[in-house]
């Protein structure tokens, strides 16, 4: 029975792990080796932005359940370990295990025999088959036990998960029910596999996610280009209990720290082993279409034409964050096109509500304000790129009176177009036959 249990890396994934754990009873020690972030956890303060993730850090440390230290021998006597560092993607696209492995080495020197080694990164086919090697020992029981959790609601999806995956050989058979029992208390269900299986399962299913959004955004295409409305088709088809509404809006690409780095590896375990997974790679190719679109829809709307100048074009951003509901702006489309503008000569003006003025995007021509009205100052367009739910509340006549050009670009449909044109602005889309594709 875990009674005492260590989480190695204290991010979205890691604080969120530990903080539920403790609240489900376990007692968590909670290792991370940025010191400033340690040093606020300790204090209480959470700077990650999700729902019900601070009060259940104050509450666990309340209880004496929950604490943060840079120091991992502190984990001597833990009867289990959940490893929930970064495995970002390298410069060629594969997974960089680096951390990892280098954390795992120092494990093996202090760890206690038994205690169970669980993997919630997001780790290359085949990488449990190689912690042993990478701990320098074989006394300890290895299982991988992908996270699911969405950043935004990521208590709510730990705490309430659609399904838990196990993965472990079958000498590990009672490593893993201990893993399971770490989450009897959601009556989520388990799902007992192989470990190459759960590997496989964490990358297919966020591959999956972004073959249909990529879909959607082809549609959105195809919408514009046949007279036929995109917002509306998914609404149909997402009725169809086997499409289902989920992953149907059309965007400007999907991103994050999880969908482009793990579809880059899928692609990469897929080489390796043989199988020409064009589907996902064209996911991916669409996606960088995509935000390509926007660039263009961005340069018709201020210019009027696809090929005209954005040098000194002042332009007004809404949103940076790559969705609704979180400030990560890691692998965010919204950053890659606010770049690809201010390449192109573009001065820009951002606002996100989940990203402070301080937060320096270091892009040339490229200022972030805390005011969303500030946006607006002297633009030819305001563009949405992050379907914050609060950008449709704005004051939009008096954005009107501060624009040069009274035009929004709306890349996640969430503006009203005729409240747009009572405050006297034109709305370009996305997917609908009003606006074509640039
Ligand atoms: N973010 C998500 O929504 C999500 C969901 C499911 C799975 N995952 C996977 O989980 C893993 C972690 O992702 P994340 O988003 O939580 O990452 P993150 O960057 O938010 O957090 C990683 C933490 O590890 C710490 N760290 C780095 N090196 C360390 C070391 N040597 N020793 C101790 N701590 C160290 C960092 O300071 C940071 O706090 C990745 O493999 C990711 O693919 C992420
Ligand atoms: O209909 C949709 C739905 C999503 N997106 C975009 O897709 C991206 C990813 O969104 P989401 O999946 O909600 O973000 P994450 O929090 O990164 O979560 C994904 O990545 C995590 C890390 O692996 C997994 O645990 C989650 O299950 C998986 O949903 C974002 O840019 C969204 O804007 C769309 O463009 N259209």
Not at 42 to 62: H, K, N, S, W, Y
Not at 394 to 405: C, E, G, I, K, Y
Request: charge should be negative; proline fraction near 5%; hydrophobic fraction near 45%.
């Amino acid at each position: 029975m875990v009674s005492h249990l260590g989480v190695v890396g204290a991010g979205y994934v890691g604080l969120t792990s530990a903080a539920c754990l403790a609240h489900l009873g376990f007692r968590v020690t909670c290792v991370d080796n940025d010191v400033a972030k340690v040093d606020r956890l300790c204090a209480g303060e959470v700077t990650i932005a999700e729902p019900g993730l601070a009060d259940l850090v104050v509450a666990g440390r309340t209880r004496s359940r929950l604490d943060f230290t840079t120091d991992i021998t502190t984990l001597a006597g833990v009867d289990l370990v959940l490893l929930c560092l970064p495995t970002p993607m390298g410069p060629d696209g594969a997974c960089n295990l680096d951390v990892f492995e280098s954390t795992l080495a120092i494990l093996g020197g202090v760890l206690r025999p038994g205690c169970v080694i669980v993997t919630k990164s997001t780790v290359p086919l085949g990488t449990a088959g190689r912690v042993p090697r990478l701990l320098g020992r074989a006394d300890l029981p290895v299982v991988s036990n992908p996270e699911f959790l969405r950043e935004g609601h990521a208590v709510e999806d730990f705490l309430h998960p659609d399904r838990v995956v196990i993965g472990a050989d079958a000498a590990y058979r009672d490593a893993a029910e201990e893993v399971a029992a770490l989450y009897a208390e959601t009556g989520a269900p388990v799902l007992h596999t192989d470990p190459a299986t759960a590997e496989v399962t964490k990358y297919a299913s966020n591959a999956f996610l972004a073959i249909k959004a990529s879909y959607v955004n082809v549609l959105a295409e195809l919408c514009e280009r046949v007279g036929a409305d995109v917002t509306e088709v998914t609404h149909a088809m997402g009725l169809d209990d086997r499409i289902a509404p989920d992953f149907l809006t059309a965007g400007p690409g999907w991103g994050g720290s999880c969908l482009p780095k793990d579809t880059s590896a899928l692609l990469r375990a897929a080489e390796e082993a043989g199988v020409d997974f064009a589907l996902v790679r064209d996911a991916v190719k669409a996606n960088a279409r995509q935000q390509a679109t926007v660039v263009r829809k961005v340069r018709c709307a201020v210019t009027g034409s696809a090929d005209g100048s954005l040098v000194g074009a002042r332009i007004g951003i809404l949103g940076l964050a790559f969705k609704a509901g979180t400030g990560d702006l890691r692998d965010s489309p919204a950053i890659a096109i606010v770049e690809a503008l201010a390449r192109q000569g573009a001065i820009l003006t951002a606002y996100d509500p989940a990203v402070g003025a301080a937060v320096g995007l270091g892009i040339h021509g490229v200022g972030v304000v805390s005011d969303p009205y500030l946006v607006a100052e002297d633009a030819a367009a305001l563009v949405v790129l992050t379907e914050w739910p609060e950008f449709r509340t704005l004051d939009w006549t008096a954005l009107a009176r501060a624009v040069r050009h009274p035009v929004v670009v709306d890349m996640r449909n969430v503006l009203d177009a005729a409240e747009l044109a009572t405050a006297g602005f034109r709305r370009v889309g996305l997917g609908t036959s009003a606006e074509p594709m640039a």
